[in-house]
C-alpha cells in the first residue's frame, strides 16, 4: 500500500521556468493538502481539496495554482518559478474534509529555484 | 489571525534524559494532533487529543490536553536514539476546515 506518491523527489530549476509536480493517494480519501516546509517555520498551506471537483486558497497561495484531477489525484504548478520558491513541497490527504482529520504525507519533493 | 506557536524550538538531550516540548494556541482548539517528521524524512501522524485534560500514552509518550484547550504538551520518558526527529503539534483554523501547523521542536539525542 503506496499511501501517497509525489513527483519527483528532487528538482532544480532556472528562475521563470514552470514545473508540476504530481501527488497520488491510493487511501480513498476525500481531501488533499499542498504544503510547503521551509527551516523553522513549520508546514504552510498553499493548496487545499476538500473534495473531488473543488480547490480552495491556504496560507500561501501565491505563484501556484492547483488541479484535483480526480479523487486520487492533485497537482500542484509553479507557473515561473521564482528562488522564494525553494522549499521542499509536501502533498497530504485525509480522509474527510476538516481541521480534525489526521493526515497522511508523501515523500516531498525537494525543489531548488536558482 | 489564528496561531500556534511550540517551544522550544529545539533541544539537546543525553540518550536516557526526559524530554517536553509545549504547543500553545492563540484561540481554544477543538483537537489537536501531534506529528513527528525524521531527518529527512515526512510528518507521520502520531495522535489526536479532543477531550479537555485529556491524557494519552504510547509507550515512552504522553500527549496531553490542556483543560482549556489551549495548549497542549508531548513529553518522552527516557529517551532514545530512535527519538530524534522534529515533533509538530497542530489544530483546526477556526471554521474547521484547515489545520495549522506549529514551528516544530527539533529533539537531538546524544548516545
Known amino acids: 500500500n503506496a499511501g501517497v506518491t509525489q513527483t519527483p523527489k528532487f528538482q532544480v530549476l532556472k528562475t521563470g521556468q514552470s514545473m508540476t509536480l504530481q501527488c497520488a493517494q491510493d487511501?480513498?480519501?476525500?481531501?488533499m493538502y499542498w504544503y510547503r516546509q521551509d527551516p523553522g517555520m513549520g508546514l504552510r498551506l498553499i493548496y487545499y481539496?476538500?473534495?473531488?471537483?473543488?480547490?480552495d486558497k491556504g496560507e500561501v497561495p501565491n505563484g501556484y495554482n492547483v488541479s484535483r484531477l480526480n479523487k486520487r489525484e492533485f497537482s500542484l504548478r509553479l507557473e515561473s518559478a521564482a528562488p522564494s520558491q525553494t522549499s521542499v513541497y509536501f502533498c497530504?490527504?485525509?480522509?474527510?474534509?476538516?481541521?480534525?482529520?489526521?493526515?497522511?504525507f508523501g515523500d516531498g519533493t525537494r525543489l531548488s529555484i536558482l | 489571525g489564528q496561531q500556534v506557536m511550540q517551544i522550544p524550538q529545539y533541544q539537546h538531550v543525553q540518550e536516557g534524559e526526559d524530554f517536553t516540548t509545549y504547543c500553545n494556541s492563540s484561540?481554544?482548539?477543538?483537537?489537536i494532533q501531534w506529528y513527528k517528521q525524521r531527518p529527512g524524512g515526512h510528518p507521520v501522524f502520531l495522535i489526536q487529543?479532543?477531550?479537555?485534560?485529556e491524557v494519552k500514552k504510547q509507550k515512552r509518550l504522553t500527549f496531553q490536553f490542556g483543560e482549556a484547550k489551549k495548549n497542549s504538551s508531548l513529553h518522552i520518558t527516557a529517551t532514545q536514539t530512535t527519538d530524534v526527529g522534529t515533533y509538530f503539534c497542530?489544530?483546526?483554523?477556526?471554521?474547521?476546515?484547515?489545520?495549522?501547523f506549529g514551528a516544530g521542536t527539533r529533539l537531538f539525542v546524544k548516545a
Open positions: 484561540t481554544t482548539l477543538s483537537n
Open positions: 487511501m480513498n480519501h476525500n481531501s
Open positions: 497542530a489544530g483546526p483554523l477556526t471554521g474547521g476546515f484547515k489545520t495549522i
Open positions: 487529543l479532543v477531550k479537555s485534560g
Open positions: 481539496s476538500a473534495s473531488e471537483g473543488t480547490t
Open positions: 497530504a490527504s485525509s480522509e474527510l474534509e476538516g481541521g480534525n482529520q489526521p493526515q497522511h
